[in-house]
């Protein structure tokens, strides 16, 4: 792949050097990147990836994405974004050629739940002779492979290698659990989900969000943002209605040309339950 391609599918603001040049792999931390590579100069919660871009370029980097100016280096071209992890999410799904689109993938949001739900579609998916994979606050699993998971939702560049391996691997469908910190940061760019699930929201993470609607805005962003664009063709939207913030998104999402499927415990729902007993057993219905 050459530089000129990955160009073309973002808004730059700024290109200085070879365009035509070849491209041999994507990273956003200095210390592994390698000769010919892009490196993505993203803010972090400690660091600020602009500070390792001397480093990057000592390493060998054929080009640095920044959303700052930088200083020059010959041989490396300079492109100046408005917002790196934006651009990252969309070159890196380029780069492994976009496994999501060869899954069904399934994306689950909201404060509690997200890891039950995801383990719950992994065991529906087995049942019905499709490989699946998940990705979520447990581990990272696959083909009877797992890894620890450092993020519940790794980096866009990680989540597109990791998919790609799934692929590789034989696996159908993938569910994953998807934080409000990766909404905002842009995490799951460049993926194309086909359903997209809502639990609940309960007061959490107001030490990164302003308050409780700017919490709400960032988890409704799975469905007016990143499964809206999706290029999946049957699109829906899974909300638990029971939920006053479910309601909200429900009627928030009726504009939005989706497929909506309310649960919740109620008949006015779309899927409820019927004949639910609880035990030491576990769950029936």
């Not at 994507?26 to 001397?54: N, T």
């Not at 990680?158 to 799934?166: F, G, S, Y």
């Not at 999706?230 to 009726?254: C, F, M, Q």
Request: proline content about 3%; charged content about 30%; aromatic content about 8%.
């Amino acid at each position: 792949m050459r530089l000129k391609e990955f160009l073309m599918l973002a808004d730059v603001e700024e290109v200085n050097g070879d365009r035509n040049q070849e491209v041999s792999g994507l990273a956003y931390d200095s210390r592994k990147i390698g000769a010919g590579q892009i490196f993505f100069a993203i803010p972090g919660e400690k660091a600020d990836g602009h500070d390792f871009v001397s480093e990057a370029v000592k390493r060998g980097a054929a080009a640095i994405v920044c959303a700052r100016k930088a200083v020059e280096a010959e041989g490396v071209a300079f492109v100046r974004v408005k917002d790196v992890r934006r651009v990252m999410g969309q070159w890196s799904a380029h780069f492994y050629q976009r496994p999501s689109q060869k899954l069904k993938l399934v994306g689950v949001t909201g404060t509690n739940g997200k890891t039950t739900v995801t383990y719950l579609i992994e065991s529906m998916l087995r049942a019905a002779g499709i490989e699946p994979g998940v990705i979520g606050t447990i581990n990272y699993r696959y083909c009877g492979d797992e890894a620890p998971a450092p993020h519940t939702t790794p980096e866009s560049l990680d989540l597109q290698e990791l998919m790609d391996k799934m692929t590789r691997a034989g696996v159908k469908a993938v569910t994953m659990e998807v934080s409000s910190h990766a909404l905002v940061q842009e995490r799951v760019r460049g993926l194309d989900f086909d359903v997209g699930v809502f639990t609940n929201l309960s007061r959490d993470h107001l030490d990164y969000h302003r308050d409780m609607d700017d919490y709400f805005l960032a988890k409704s962003r799975l469905f007016t943002d990143y499964l809206k664009v999706s290029a999946k063709r049957n699109k829906a939207a899974v909300i638990y209605g029971d939920d006053p913030r479910g309601r909200d998104l429900i009627a928030k999402l009726g504009s939005e040309n989706l497929e909506v499927w309310s649960y919740g415990e109620g008949r006015q729902w779309d899927i409820y339950p019927l004949n639910v007993e609880r035990d030491v057993g576990g769950l029936r219905g």
